[in-house]
């Protein structure tokens, strides 16, 4: 199966530590979302990359937050300085923005990042 | 106004029978609607996407679409236990690649 992998798939750590995430999408892929979900929400956008290019950041995305995706493969999402409020579940997802698509979006199991 | 609205629930129906999930949108310049469902714990499963007015059916699932109401919704038909779940709408706009969720609705089918 080549679906969207991500790593870890949880992570504990205490209040003002850095952490990072990765994730691989479905190769064939070039489009590369990171999303954040909460209990009882629905997933909140954060960013996403058209292969190496960061094309959208949400305006609610901390200057904490960076997402890196160098050679428009694999991304990392970093977290400096985590607070408690950043306890959710990452999720990235994958799509192609070739013809035909609706940019129909593929998501990975997802990190459960915990901050104590 | 949130920009996609569903009822959290939870709907609860027997099983065989028709659910059916609703959700509207505020952007009028979305562009395509998209139905997730998650299990507890998962990550969100994508089950039906649809662009154009009407309805568009995959086996027991047919999505609807009203652009004018600007209102999407997901019927189930002979609903399982195994559908229990949460289930996402999202949308996208145009002239975006982000999704925009709703808050998901639980589905809750009875033996």
């Known amino acids: 199966d080549t679906g969207v992998s991500q790593d870890p798939r949880h992570k504990i750590t205490k209040r003002g530590q850095n952490v990072t995430f990765r994730c691989d999408p479905i190769?064939?892929?070039?489009?590369l979302y990171w999303y954040r979900q909460t209990l009882g929400q629905g997933p909140e956008f954060l960013t996403y990359?058209?292969?190496?290019?960061?094309?959208?950041k949400s305006r609610l995305l901390s200057d904490r937050f960076s997402a890196e995706r160098p050679k428009g493969s694999f991304s990392t999402l970093e977290i400096q300085r985590t607070e408690q409020g950043d306890s959710a579940m990452y999720l990235c997802?994958?799509?192609?923005?070739?013809?035909?698509?609706?940019?129909?979006?593929?998501f990975g199991p997802g990190t459960r990042l915990t901050v104590l | 106004q949130k920009e996609v609205e569903q009822n959290s629930g939870p709907l609860s129906v027997p099983e065989g029978a028709i659910a059916s999930l609703n959700c509207t949108y505020s952007?009028?310049?979305?562009?395509?609607f998209f139905w997730y469902r998650q299990y507890s714990g998962k990550s969100p499963e994508l089950i039906m996407f649809?662009?154009?007015?009407g309805d568009k059916e995959d086996g027991r699932f047919t999505a609807q679409l009203n652009k004018a109401s600007q209102y999407v919704s997901l019927l189930i038909r002979d609903s399982q236990p195994s559908d229990s779940a949460t289930y996402l709408c999202?949308?996208?706009?145009?002239?975006?690649?982000?999704?925009?969720f709703g808050q998901g609705t639980t589905l809750q089918v009875k033996p």
């Open positions: 997802a994958s799509s192609s923005s070739g013809k035909p698509s609706y940019n129909e979006q593929f």
């Open positions: 990359f058209q292969n190496e290019a960061q094309l959208e």
């Open positions: 649809i662009y154009s007015n």
């Open positions: 999202a949308v996208r706009s145009s002239n975006t690649g982000k999704l925009i």
């Open positions: 952007d009028r310049g979305s562009q395509s």
């Open positions: 190769s064939e892929h070039n489009r």
